[in-house]
């Protein structure tokens, strides 16, 4: 009889169901959530403490302690079990996750984890490391201006082989050191997938390129390498141009504002070559002289895919473009040229009126801010009619004369896919606004019209509501009429009573300069009826126009009268009764 029962007993051990394997897991996993719960870096550095401890020859009581009925309970480790226990450990572990993310205010994604500004510390990225097993499915991982997590990389990237999909990694700002992108270049070869690697704003890594470069892989992914003021030295640019070789499908490359790259474009500009998949260039801002110009001239040809190419704000490169525009040419698919604020003489412009016709693709034009082309921008604009896809022209501070102004508007007539257009800081355009706005109606896709600090007048205001009334403006999203403190209060008033028809208008700006104060009361009364034509406004720009504060009640209670939520900008602009008269700077 006892043999029978025993015999039944031993039986009912083998035959238990898969639920009660799981849930003698789940008991299992709970006895443990129970125990003493160590710090995040007690349990990043758990499996050293174990090894040491092995190694002294400590024995591991948990399996001398169990008792022979515990084992018959937890009955023989099946496949079922095994897996089981697994599918137990990734809710715990993605729970651990789910909290970490929530703390720190962001939402929790298993593909996309955007930490960005978020105050992390060093002791964050070892309890983030420890995730990371958990985080196999991750694509994109964003640190950036975390900028109290320099030196602690390291700990991130040793666990870089749990997320082997990795595509995208940002650590803009993060005051990176040599020995974080050291681990770095070491853990390439745990992200086989990475595609894009954004470094930005850490200037203490320059000088230390080639830590990060020598750990590039063979076929390596890399689509978009961003370094922007990292303090790339000469002996930086030569090793990340003898890395563009393993860097065959990188197609944006972004060094702007590393001020001493020009001492090395020498090495750097000619391995260009490896990199014919371009499409992105920027060097804004890095010290380019009119050699400069030259040499990166040579590797132009070498770039057919190139779309995007930024020289901005390279002010020693002025007379480069003399020699080096020719090579511009042979970039047939340039959609975007930047030149604006590079000191260009009448030598360059000259040269680059026979180049820029000759890109039939461009869409995006910059020559702001080249004084020096006031006179010969004149050629250029005779020839924009050749530029049919043009969506974007901005010549702001170019000292036009009244000519190429002229020349200008001529132009515009024949830009039918003009979307942004920017006059500002250009004299000229005040009490001549009537012959530009003429052509434009004829481009009804323009969504963008700058004019600040055209000396505009009160004319010139109307003749801009009356093209609005025709509805030609219609498409108009942002208007810019700042610092035109010429307008007359009458002007403004106008405006404001006859203006309409710019139903998709978001952003209107028609803040004083900053010396000026100037008191609204001529035109506030109109501005609601204004506001009330416009649906779609939702930024206001009053900077230094003094309300008093019952007008400031007043447009505030606009947003819930007609249930809008349009954004005031009132800085410098309170008055308040019994302050005294307006102090009105001329």
Not at 76 to 84: I, N, R, W
Not at 565 to 581: E, K, L, N
Request: charged share 25%.
């Amino acid at each position: 009889m006892e043999n029978s029962d025993s015999q039944k007993k031993e039986e009912g051990s083998q035959k238990r169901s898969p639920f009660d394997l799981i849930m003698n897991q789940i008991r299992r996993k709970k006895s443990f959530a129970e125990r003493p719960q160590r710090s995040s870096v007690s349990r990043f550095f758990r499996s050293a403490e174990n090894s040491e401890t092995r190694g002294k020859g400590i024995p591991e009581t948990k399996e001398s302690e169990e008792k022979p009925e515990d084992k018959e309970n937890i009955g023989p480790v099946t496949e079922d079990a095994g897996l089981a226990d697994t599918e137990v450990c990734s809710v715990v572990g993605w729970g651990r996750v789910k909290q970490f993310i929530q703390k720190l205010g962001k939402k929790p994604d298993s593909r996309s984890l955007s930490l960005c500004n978020c105050g992390l510390t060093a002791t964050d990225v070892v309890e983030l490391a420890t995730m990371l097993p958990f985080l196999t499915l991750l694509e994109d991982l964003d640190l950036s201006w975390n900028d109290l997590i320099g030196g602690a990389l390291k700990a991130l990237t040793f666990h870089l082989q749990h997320v082997n999909r990795l595509k995208t990694l940002k650590l803009s700002n993060c005051r990176l050191t040599a020995e974080d992108i050291t681990a770095l270049g070491q853990a390439f070869e745990y992200i086989p997938l990475l595609e894009e690697l954004d470094l930005s704003w850490n200037s203490y890594i320059g000088g230390h390129l080639s830590c990060l470069t020598e750990g590039l892989q063979p076929e390596c992914r890399v689509k978009t390498l961003r370094l922007v003021d990292c303090g790339v030295t000469a002996d930086d640019a030569k090793s990340l141009g003898e890395a563009l070789v393993l860097l065959p499908s990188l197609e944006v490359l972004d060094l702007s504002v590393n001020k001493h790259l020009a001492s090395g474009l020498q090495d750097f500009a000619p391995a260009l070559r490896h990199a014919s998949r371009l499409q992105v260039l920027r060097l804004h801002m890095c010290g380019l002289k009119q050699d400069s110009i030259q040499i990166l001239g040579g590797a132009l040809q070498h770039l057919p895919d190139l779309k995007m190419l930024d020289l901005s704000c390279n002010k020693e490169a002025g007379g480069g473009f003399k020699e080096g525009a020719a090579q511009i040419a042979t970039l047939k698919g340039l959609q975007s040229l930047d030149l604006h604020l590079c000191c260009l003489t009448d030598e360059d412009m000259l040269a680059l009126t026979q180049v820029i016709p000759l890109l039939s693709d461009l869409k995006e034009l910059d020559l702001s801010s080249n004084k020096k082309t006031g006179v010969t921008v004149q050629h250029l604009f005779s020839r924009l009619r050749f530029l049919p896809k043009l969506k974007s022209l901005l010549i702001n501070n170019c000292n036009l004369t009244g000519d190429s102004y002229r020349t200008l508007v001529e132009a515009v007539s024949q830009l039918f896919e003009l979307e942004v257009l920017s006059l500002s800081w250009n004299k000229c355009v005040g009490g001549n606004l009537k012959s530009l706005l003429d052509p434009l109606v004829q481009t009804s896709s323009l969504q963008v019209l700058k004019l600040s600090s055209c000396n505009l007048t009160g004319d010139d205001l109307v003749d801009l509501a009356s093209v609005s009334k025709s509805g030609e403006l219609a498409h108009l999203r942002q208007l810019d009429l700042t610092y035109n403190d010429t307008v007359e209060d009458a002007g403004w008033a106008h405006f404001f009573q006859e203006t309409m028809g710019l139903k998709e208008l978001t952003e209107l700006d028609i803040s004083l300069r900053p010396s000026t104060r100037r008191d609204a009361s001529p035109w506030i009364d109109s501005l609601q009826g204004f506001l009330i034509r416009l649906p779609a406004i939702s930024e206001f720009g009053l900077h230094r126009w003094v309300l008093t504060n019952q007008q400031r009640e007043c447009l505030e209670s606009f947003n819930n009268s007609h249930k809008r939520s349009v954004h005031f900008d009132y800085y410098h602009s309170t008055h308040r009764a019994g302050q005294g008269p307006l102090e009105q700077d001329s």
